[in-house]
């Protein structure tokens, strides 16, 4: 299975802005969706955002307008653009990747959002 490598969080005051990156150990061209989560503490795991093969995304509600999802198939990375951070950002940020192999999980980056 693919193996993904998150990375790009840390630690941002409100408003401000991360860039995360997911790095696929092979080709997403034939991945049928690459999605981001989110883990607050004491939270279940909830989708932030996905793209399809196709490049069709969709968004939970309370990013959209400020987070972007996106490929790069050179790259083998999908990014998670996030504007306008705010405090209720904070969480541990997953990428998962999902095909007919089955899925697969990244192990997490950390994005603090400070008040």
């Known amino acids: 299975q693919v193996q993904l490598v998150e990375s790009g969080g840390g630690l941002v005051q409100a408003g401000g802005s991360l860039r995360l990156s997911c790095a696929a150990s092979e080709s997403i061209f034939n991945i049928n969706t690459m999605s981001w989560f989110r883990q607050a503490p004491g939270k279940q795991r909830e989708l932030v955002a996905e793209i399809t093969s196709g490049g069709s995304t969709n968004y939970a509600s309370p990013v959209k307008g400020r987070f972007t999802i996106s490929r790069d198939f050179a790259k083998n990375t999908v990014y998670l653009q996030m504007n306008s951070l705010k405090p209720e950002d904070t969480a541990v940020y997953y990428c998962?990747?999902?095909?007919?192999?089955?899925?697969?999980w990244g192990q997490g980056t950390q994005v603090t959002v400070s008040s």
């Open positions: 998962r990747s999902e095909d007919p192999k089955g899925r697969s």
